[in-house]
């Protein structure tokens, strides 16, 4: 069974039809992703599977359950963890406020994750008592994967975590995720290509709010005319 | 021992809060009636101030009818003293009874702010005082309306010197209480709630629960600091269900620090006392019996130096100290350490 399926679905933002028909599906383990132009809807479709944005027609199934109407609140206890684009951390609580915020349950393996997302982010130990607002795009984006990992979510759907940040931090940031992949299925918007290629294997384009476009990272790679098509590089 | 193991700043702290302490336990052995009933009310209005940082502060909630609990309590006293006696049992009843009255109050303001805005919620808060107070005021026969209510209050708290350890212990209790709160679970939600809502959502979080648990706790402690102000001032009129006194709430929770709980505290230290010595000074010039200009004045002051309140600006400073202290223990450190640091 898919870890997450979508199916014709439309989404829409007041008078505005934003996606028109994106269908996907993603089965557990796998790193996928989203690829496409500014305004493609590849952030409207996550806000939409998080439930933050109505669904007009279709259906996104998460385990076999569907997730529409469902409030995002509830759709994040099933266990999807979000990163949003804008990192999603609270200023003025500290990293160790942010990550004991996250947790859903109080036990072991929940002490066991934190301890393996400040070890995946030394930087976060390092500034671990410290308000999230002292800290820099890339630590506050470190903060914001690091966190949606402490209930170990089946999914964890992330918004483009390279936007904003340097080069030297944005490589640390691909090599985190990669290692995060290793054991979660995570799906990633992303316009930095090179990013999108370190971390995932297979990849949806969406254009015009509809998937136009699916396969694999490595043949994508190769393929200049479709790159240049549907990514403008 | 403690003291040793804290660093220079927090040392301060602690030996300014211990010498205030101090101070106001010994303020009713050589101060004067006027400044012990001051002074007791300030506790009490702090304690109010500070239910009110809790809405406004923690989870963001605009009530503009927050003077219902202030005077629901006080107002709750008062019936019961004067309708079935003066005595302790009468007092927890009063308690008990005012303790459910906000509740029930929270419960409608925490369905209303779940479903409509922010601003729709400030309006119809500040509707339902007013009809709370329209209430009491034709209510003639039990609350006397606007003449308001005198009664009679059972012993220790009919001494002034007993109602002033009463507030004292009371604002202590109460501090210690909401700041044990805002520390807890609970309160790192109505924080992220204030922050941004819908990222507390991301994490799974129901936020129309947290801000009504919020209300609760808000408004049960705003209810109680009602019961003391009614046994202070064995008096209660409906001017205490007047929105004046949701503003004062808020001016005090403002200048003090608003989001920094004991920033209350001194906000309303500093309101009250300000207050009182205009009034003093009417006699002096004619300008000081307009001392709201003044009260005025302060706020406008506070808000364009420091935006955060008194205890913000203190916090923020103490943030850049530690900050700069940082950067230069940094710039200390080899270059191959630095690199990790």
Request: glycine residues 10%; hydrophobic residues 50%.
């Amino acid at each position: 069974m898919s870890l997450l399926k979508v199916s014709g679905l439309v989404s829409y933002i007041g008078l505005f039809t934003i996606l028109h028909g994106i269908d996907m599906e993603i089965q557990p383990g796998e790193a996928v992703a989203i690829l496409g132009r500014n305004g493609a809807g590849k952030t409207t479709f996550l806000r939409t599977v998080m439930g933050l944005v109505k669904t007009r027609s279709g259906t996104i199934e998460y385990k076999g359950q569907s997730l529409v109407g469902k409030p995002p609140h509830k759709v994040s206890k099933m266990g999807i963890g979000y990163c949003p684009e804008d990192y999603g951390v609270f200023n003025e609580l500290s990293i160790e406020e942010n990550l004991i915020l996250a947790k859903h349950k109080n036990d072991a393996a929940t002490a066991e994750r934190i301890a393996y997302v400040l070890d995946l982010f030394p930087d976060l130990k390092k500034a671990f008592k410290r308000p999230a607002r002292t800290l820099s795009g890339g630590q506050r984006q470190m903060l914001s994967v690091g966190r949606s990992l402490v209930n170990s979510p089946p999914l964890i759907l992330i918004d483009e975590p390279s936007k904003g940040l340097a080069p030297v931090v944005i490589e640390k940031m691909s090599l985190a995720l990669k290692e995060i992949a290793r054991n979660s299925t995570i799906l990633l918007v992303e316009q930095n290509f090179h990013m999108a290629l370190i971390v995932t294997d297979r990849y949806y384009i969406i254009d015009e709010g509809k998937t136009v476009h699916n396969g694999l990272m490595k043949d994508l790679e190769n393929d200049k005319e479709l790159q240049h098509k549907h990514l403008g590089l | 021992m403690i003291l040793q193991r804290l660093d220079t700043i927090r040392k301060i702290e602690v030996v300014i809060i211990v010498a205030l302490a101090i101070v106001l336990l010994i303020v009713p052995h050589v101060a004067g009636t006027a400044t012990v009933t001051m002074v007791s009310r300030i506790m009490i209005f702090a304690v109010f101030a500070m239910s009110y940082d809790i809405l406004r502060g923690y989870v963001g909630v605009i009530h503009l009818g927050y003077a219902l609990f202030i005077g629901g309590g006080a107002y709750f006293v008062g019936i019961l003293f004067t309708q079935f006696g003066v005595g302790i049992p009468m007092l927890l009843l009063a308690v008990v009874g005012t303790s459910v009255y906000s509740a029930i109050w929270a419960l409608i303001v925490g369905k209303i702010s779940g479903k409509s805005g922010m601003i729709a919620t400030a309006m119809i808060t500040m509707a339902f005082a007013e009809i709370m107070r329209s209430l009491m005021t034709s209510w003639f026969t039990v609350t006397r309306g606007a003449d308001g209510l005198p009664f009679r209050v059972p012993p220790p708290f009919n001494d002034r010197t007993m109602m002033f350890y009463a507030s004292f212990i009371f604002m202590v209790i109460m501090a210690f209480l909401l700041y044990k709160f805002t520390k807890s679970p609970t309160g790192r939600v109505w924080q992220a709630v204030r922050e941004n809502e819908q990222r507390a959502i991301f994490l799974g979080y129901n936020t129309n629960r947290a801000r009504t648990i919020a209300l609760l706790v808000a408004s049960v402690v705003g209810g109680l600091s009602g019961v003391m102000f009614g046994l202070l001032n064995r008096f209660v009129n409906t001017d205490l269900l007047d929105m004046q006194m949701t503003i004062n709430a808020m001016l005090y929770s403002l200048i003090g620090g608003t989001g920094t709980l004991f920033g209350a505290i001194l906000g309303s230290a500093l309101v009250v006392y300000f207050q009182n010595l205009l009034l003093d000074l009417r006699g002096v010039h004619f300008i000081f019996e307009r001392w709201l200009l003044f009260i005025g004045a302060l706020y406008i002051v506070v808000v364009m130096f420091m935006p955060r309140g008194i205890m913000g600006f203190y916090y923020d400073w103490k943030d850049k100290r530690a900050q700069k202290k940082r950067l230069l223990q940094e710039a200390k450190l080899p270059p191959q350490l630095n690199d990790e640091a």
